[in-house]
């Protein structure tokens, strides 16, 4: 391999290592931020003169596992820059799942709770609520944020299968600091030369 196709395959290795990093750390963050939004309201309406009763759902209230695998994403980030080989591809499998789980976990809330969740969830936020009120509405999950989760889970799993196919050829994070085996005999052959002329009385360095 000649020097201009060694360099142009390294800028194409950190282009993509790059790629899966950003990937990554967008679908983690967002499906975070997306987890903290109102996807779902449930009202208890009362007897005049009273005031029907509200309660917001977010997502992470809905379901938590997209947040805990988002955590998992996020850690990843740190775990793609410190692994190499086949431990990175292992990571990018990992990676790859959490993306599917929130992807699948997504599909699943769009329906958002039912009548039972929807009671117990009022009665630990609203104890006034009898634990039969038929009074009880469920409003629809908001579209927007199922739906922007799920294109997260395909980000992360994106960047889960790119590691997966390609990170063992990337450089680790400390990788222009290593020398290569080749480069650690020279120098250990230059500084028993060294020594030896020392030990022979000349001057090492004319």
Not at 106 to 120: E, K, Y
Not at 129 to 138: F, K, L, Y
Not at 179 to 197: C, G, I, M, Y
Request: hydrophobic content about 50%; proline content about 3%; charged content about 15%.
């Amino acid at each position: 391999m000649t020097s201009s196709s060694a360099g142009v395959a390294r800028a194409r290795a950190r282009a993509e290592f790059a790629l899966a990093l950003l990937l990554d750390l967008l679908g983690a963050a967002l499906t975070l931020i997306f987890a903290t939004r109102t996807w779902q309201t449930i009202t208890v309406s009362r007897e005049a003169p009273l005031h029907p009763l509200s309660l917001d759902l977010t997502g992470r209230k809905i379901d938590s596992l997209p947040t805990a695998l988002a955590l998992v994403a996020l850690a990843g980030v740190v775990a793609l820059l410190a692994t190499r080989g086949v431990w990175r591809r292992i990571v990018g499998v990992l990676l790859a799942l959490a993306g599917v789980g929130i992807v699948a976990s997504a599909i699943v809330d769009r329906d958002g709770v039912g009548t039972t969740r929807a009671q117990d969830l009022l009665q630990a936020a609203l104890p006034s609520v009898g634990p039969a009120n038929d009074s009880i509405g469920i409003g629809p999950v908001s579209s927007v944020w199922w739906v922007l989760t799920l294109m997260c889970g395909v980000l992360i799993a994106v960047a889960g299968a790119l590691v997966a196919w390609r990170g063992h050829r990337w450089a680790g994070m400390s990788a222009k600091y290593d020398r290569s085996a080749s480069e650690n005999q020279d120098v250990a052959k230059r500084d028993a030369s060294l020594w030896s002329a020392l030990d022979r009385g000349d001057d090492p360095t004319d």
